[in-house]
């Protein structure tokens, strides 16, 4: 039994001075507030609970350096794009599980403890099904269950390249499903996870520039889970989407779709006030991916002027265990991805331990700096394993990217796709 000791830290209830949480198998055992520090005792500054991470494309993570050099004057995100493309041209289910389970064991080590996977990698590599249909999703489940990280999976209906029913492009093939092919899919993929714990199914149609407004339909209508979808992250988008149908995406949506507490809007970047105040209001919410924004030159969440106004709405707000009991709050992100509470979980925590499978601790001998406990890192059901640990090793990264880069040209230098340096966290996690 190991305990530590917090000044401060964020409970059900609320904040709580003097805190001891208490360890049994490397996995919280107990929490107790109002106590002194004894002895001997490990002590920190403040404790905040898990996060999770609302927003992964999870096979991005092998991609990191390989599109984060300077470019022609024209570089966008539609070029980011290609470059996205050719990279997933190689990608085999084991390769997916590889690096997914990397990206996990990241987000564990970064406080997060569950993840939303935004999962649109469905076929082969000439976009034909596998024989299993959901091997890819078998795949992503595999990696959740080695690193404990808990999931909330998101099988993403991907029917078309632009707005109006557009033919898919070549670079799309291993995403594009008919409604009949995903309804399959989402089956195998709610079977591919059932024996996860605490793994939840959701549905994400991909953004209306994929889905007609009756695939929309179709994929809302599956199950009982969180829909996820890209909205309004490109200007080109917005654009495209008022030649199509008079209307901006976000204010579509608002009025063609039944948005609620389900629904959460990816990106969310190109917002009127009007769109603003109205989606405020829908009861549905904002995952915010600030730094892939940053990456692209997306834009910016929210006009400063305003924020003042719609701060005051439960979605806009950063989670706090307020807005977690409300469960309707934004999602924001950190250096390793984006995160939001309601979206990703399918019940507001009753009790620490079940809502806090970790905690990010602050210390005093580097009081501006956040890390993740070790001792805390897995969820309940059990430390990490031995494996799992290997995978965050230096060389375990240097030779999987090595292996996936092989014959892969690009105009990134070698060093920085080894994932020891600077790139590190320059993968984009919320790309399209």
Same mark, same amino acid.
């Given at each position: 039994?190991?305990?530590?000791?917090?000044?401060?830290?964020?409970?059900p209830e609320g904040w709580a001075d003097g805190v001891r949480v208490t360890l049994k198998g490397g996995v919280i055992?107990?929490?107790?507030?109002?106590?002194?520090?004894?002895?001997?005792?490990?002590?920190?500054?403040?404790?905040?609970? =898990?996060l999770a991470n609302v927003h992964s494309h999870a096979f991005q993570r092998g991609m990191a350096g390989l599109a984060?050099?300077? $470019?022609?004057?024209?570089?966008? *995100?539609?070029?980011? @794009?290609?470059?996205?493309?050719?990279?997933?041209?190689?990608?085999?289910?084991?390769?997916?599980?590889?690096?997914?389970?990397?990206?996990?064991?990241?987000?564990?080590?970064? =406080?997060?403890?569950?993840?939303?996977?935004?999962?649109?990698?469905?076929?082969?590599?000439n976009g034909a099904s596998y024989a299993d249909i959901a091997i890819m999703a078998k795949a992503i489940a595999a990696?959740?269950?080695?690193?404990?990280?808990?999931? %909330?999976?998101?099988?993403?209906?991907?029917?078309?390249?632009?707005?109006? $029913?557009?033919?898919?492009?070549?670079?799309?093939?291993?995403?594009?499903?008919?409604?009949?092919?995903?309804?399959?899919?989402?089956?195998? #993929?709610?079977?591919?996870?059932?024996?996860?714990?605490?793994?939840?199914?959701?549905?994400?149609?991909? #953004?209306? @520039?994929?889905?007609?407004?009756?695939?929309?339909? *179709?994929?809302?209508?599956? =199950?009982?889970?969180? +829909?996820?979808?890209?909205?309004?992250?490109? %200007?080109?988008?917005?654009?495209?989407? +008022?030649?199509?149908?008079?209307?901006?995406?976000?204010?579509?949506?608002?009025?063609?779709?039944?948005?609620?507490?389900?629904?959460?809007? +990816?990106?969310?970047?190109?917002?009127?006030?009007?769109?603003?105040?109205?989606?405020?209001?829908?009861?549905?919410?904002?995952?915010?991916?600030?730094?892939?924004?940053?990456?692209?030159?997306?834009?910016?969440?929210?006009?400063?002027?305003?924020?003042?106004?719609?701060?005051? #709405?439960?979605?806009?707000?950063?989670?706090?265990?307020?807005?977690?009991?409300?469960?309707?709050?934004?999602?924001?992100?950190?250096?390793? $991805?984006?995160?939001?509470?309601?979206?990703?979980? #399918?019940?507001?925590?009753?009790?620490?331990?079940?809502?806090? @499978?970790? *905690?990010?601790?602050?210390?005093?001998?580097?009081?501006?700096?956040?890390?993740?406990?070790?001792?805390?890192?897995?969820?309940?059901?059990?430390? +990490?394993?031995?494996?799992?640990?290997?995978?965050?090793?230096?060389?375990?990264? !240097?030779?999987?990217?090595?292996?996936?880069?092989?014959?892969?040209?690009?105009? !990134?230098?070698?060093?920085?796709?080894?994932? =020891?340096?600077?790139?590190?966290?320059?993968?984009? @996690? $919320?790309?399209?």
């Amino acid at each position: 039994m190991t305990s530590l000791w917090f000044e401060t830290a964020l409970l059900p209830e609320g904040w709580a001075d003097g805190v001891r949480v208490t360890l049994k198998g490397g996995v919280i055992d107990g929490v107790h507030a109002g106590v002194t520090s004894a002895a001997g005792e490990a002590r920190y500054g403040a404790a905040l609970p =898990g996060l999770a991470n609302v927003h992964s494309h999870a096979f991005q993570r092998g991609m990191a350096g390989l599109a984060e050099t300077r $470019g022609p004057a024209h570089d966008n *995100f539609w070029t980011w @794009r290609v470059e996205m493309y050719r990279f997933l041209d190689r990608l085999t289910p084991e390769d997916v599980a590889s690096i997914a389970a990397l990206a996990y064991c990241e987000m564990l080590e970064s =406080g997060f403890t569950r993840v939303g996977e935004f999962h649109y990698l469905h076929h082969d590599a000439n976009g034909a099904s596998y024989a299993d249909i959901a091997i890819m999703a078998k795949a992503i489940a595999a990696a959740a269950d080695e690193t404990g990280l808990a999931l %909330t999976l998101l099988p993403v209906l991907y029917a078309h390249s632009n707005f109006g $029913g557009a033919p898919p492009t070549p670079g799309q093939r291993r995403f594009i499903c008919d409604p009949d092919q995903f309804a399959q899919l989402y089956e195998a #993929s709610r079977k591919a996870i059932a024996h996860l714990p605490d793994a939840h199914i959701g549905v994400a149609p991909h #953004s209306l @520039r994929a889905v007609t407004p009756e695939e929309l339909r *179709f994929a809302a209508s599956l =199950g009982a889970g969180p +829909i996820h979808i890209h909205a309004a992250e490109q %200007t080109k988008e917005v654009d495209d989407c +008022i030649a199509w149908s008079g209307l901006r995406p976000v204010e579509w949506l608002l009025q063609n779709a039944d948005l609620n507490a389900r629904w959460c809007l +990816i990106h969310a970047t190109h917002l009127t006030d009007a769109e603003t105040d109205a989606f405020a209001a829908s009861g549905a919410c904002a995952g915010l991916c600030p730094v892939t924004e940053a990456n692209l030159g997306d834009g910016f969440f929210l006009r400063s002027a305003s924020l003042p106004r719609t701060a005051r #709405s439960p979605w806009a707000r950063i989670p706090t265990s307020s807005s977690m009991r409300r469960w309707n709050c934004a999602a924001w992100n950190t250096p390793s $991805g984006s995160f939001c509470a309601r979206a990703t979980c #399918s019940r507001p925590p009753s009790a620490l331990r079940s809502a806090c @499978r970790c *905690f990010t601790v602050r210390t005093r001998a580097a009081p501006k700096r956040w890390a993740p406990m070790r001792a805390a890192l897995a969820p309940a059901r059990r430390p +990490i394993s031995s494996r799992s640990r290997a995978i965050t090793s230096r060389s375990r990264r !240097a030779s999987m990217i090595a292996h996936l880069m092989r014959g892969f040209s690009a105009r !990134a230098p070698a060093r920085s796709i080894a994932c =020891g340096g600077p790139a590190r966290w320059s993968c984009k @996690r $919320g790309g399209t």
